[in-house]
């Protein structure tokens, strides 16, 4: 009883497992071969919730039935890999559908799951950056957290895995959804991109991203103050560079918010037959620095106007003006109208 000797073959039919911390559930029937010190697992295949199918092949290896040292590769195809909400993860949260080669291996107390993927359609990952920053000062430009310093950023991205640890390589491409939920109420990226991005969590809930996004298109929903909610478009050529804690990721954004407005909010300074103009106006949003404290710059153009009309314009808008610009543009997006503002 205590040391039994089993071998022979395990048939399992109609069998499911769920995996936990990914919410992901898995079915098989398949034959299992056991020998002296091991279960072995030869061209298996399991079916996720969708129908789509992985193949898996390892190793079981075990003491008496105990000790249990697991060994074994997943090759999926279109194959779902996490099914998470923000109240299962608040790391990161999502559906991923991947193909590539996953693998697990260790013992249950030191479990490892490494993979190396690319993304397919159907993808969307969360990573809500606003989980319990708050804004202390905010010059429009500028959020500021002087309470929190370095190693307590690290600690609001430790999720409780003992024993388990993650290292997925992910080739990230059009067809998946990134979402990012910035600091201090400031808003969210929702974009598609492409880049090949680093997950990891370490046994201590560390959780670390490395690798470079790219921003192909998308929308960054601004936010300010509970007074100004406006939803711009991502333009092409942006980045988002992780190198470890996600707070301290490098972010360059352009983005672009188009409207039409009178130019009779520019005061005296207009000449009288352009105080009834209507024009199409494009503020555009520059997003640069750290990812948890952007540095926030305006700047407008007036794209289909003659060019005496923009002569016009630029020579009342001082555009090298920050504050000025800052105040016009919040007119802008507020109130849909220029301001005057006096000498």
């Not at 693998?103 to 993927?117: E, K, Q, S, T, W």
């Not at 969210?188 to 997950?199: A, E, L, M």
């Not at 009309?309 to 920050?322: P, R, S």
Request: aromatic share 12%.
């Amino acid at each position: 009883v205590n040391a039994p000797l089993l071998t022979g073959q395990l048939k399992l039919m109609r069998t499911e497992c769920r995996v936990e911390y990914l919410n992901t559930r898995y079915s098989l029937s398949h034959t299992i071969d056991f020998t002296r010190d091991a279960f072995i697992i030869k061209d298996l295949i399991v079916y996720d919730t969708l129908g789509n199918s992985a193949i898996a092949n390892g190793s079981i290896r075990h003491q008496n039935l105990n000790d249990l040292y697991f060994d074994i590769t997943l090759q999926p195809e279109n194959f779902t890999c996490l099914n998470t909400n923000r109240y299962q993860n608040e790391v990161f949260y999502g559906n991923g559908i991947v193909t590539g080669e996953v693998r697990f291996y260790g013992p249950a107390d030191d479990f490892h799951i490494d993979a190396n993927v690319n993304t397919a359609k159907g993808t969307d990952i969360v990573i809500p950056l606003n989980n319990s920053i708050t804004i202390t000062e905010n010059d429009f430009v500028i959020f500021m957290n002087e309470e929190k310093e370095e190693d307590q950023f690290l600690q609001q991205y430790n999720v409780d895995i003992k024993g388990l640890s993650l290292d997925f390589s992910i080739n990230i491409n059009n067809t998946a959804e990134l979402m990012i939920f910035l600091p201090s109420n400031m808003g969210n990226i929702t974009s598609k991109g492409f880049g090949d991005i680093r997950f990891t969590i370490n046994p201590r809930g560390q959780f670390n991203i490395y690798g470079d996004y790219n921003f192909l298109r998308g929308t960054f929903f601004f936010s300010f103050q509970n007074m100004i909610n406006r939803r711009f478009e991502i333009l092409q050529g942006g980045q988002i560079s992780f190198a470890g804690n996600p707070y301290n990721a490098d972010v360059r954004l352009k983005a672009l918010y188009r409207q039409k407005t009178s130019l009779s909010g520019l005061g005296a300074n207009i000449s009288p037959e352009l105080e009834g103009e209507r024009v199409n106006v494009n503020t555009f949003l520059g997003l640069r620095g750290k990812l948890a404290n952007p540095e926030i710059r305006f700047s407008i153009d007036f794209p289909n106007v003659r060019p005496e009309i923009k002569q016009t314009i630029f020579a009342i808008l001082d555009t090298t003006d920050v504050a000025l610009m800052n105040q016009q543009v919040l007119s802008l997006l507020l109130l849909n109208s220029f301001t005057y503002a006096s000498a």
